[in-house]
């Protein structure tokens, strides 16, 4: 059964920072592209960041651009993203999505056939 489990989320004022650490299990993720979408309460789900298979090509919302990174360990079957200057917008249910056939990243999250269970980020002002 894969699954993938996102950690790190949590309370934090403006201007901090959060890691957040998606650690898959059941299947090897290495050729296939991973990302982090989010979600906040009467919104649809937003792209945030997505990287390819291997890690060597990524893409961030322009929303997020210059502030959150996205990483991969690929011999860890884990991806990460990296939050810094937190804004109260940023306030959202996080998720971790993986393509099943994929090597490049997509922005829509109908292309992601995995997803994790979503952890809260709340930034306060």
């Known amino acids: 059964q894969v699954q993938l489990v996102e950690s790190g989320g949590g309370l934090v004022q403006a201007g901090g920072s959060l890691r957040l650490s998606c650690a898959a299990s059941?299947?090897?993720?290495?050729?296939?592209?991973m990302g982090w979408f989010r979600q906040a309460p009467g919104k649809g789900r937003e792209f945030v960041a997505a990287i390819t298979g291997g890690g060597r090509i990524t893409n961030v919302a322009d929303s997020v651009k210059g502030r959150f990174t996205i990483s991969r360990d690929t011999a860890k079957n884990t991806v990460y993203l990296q939050m810094n200057s937190l804004k109260p917008e940023d306030t959202a249910a996080y998720y971790c999505a993986a393509r099943g056939r994929d090597y490049y990243t997509s922005g829509r999250p109908q292309d992601y056939d995995y997803w994790g269970q979503g952890t809260q980020i709340t930034v306060s002002s």
């Open positions: 059941g299947r090897t993720f290495v050729n296939n592209a």
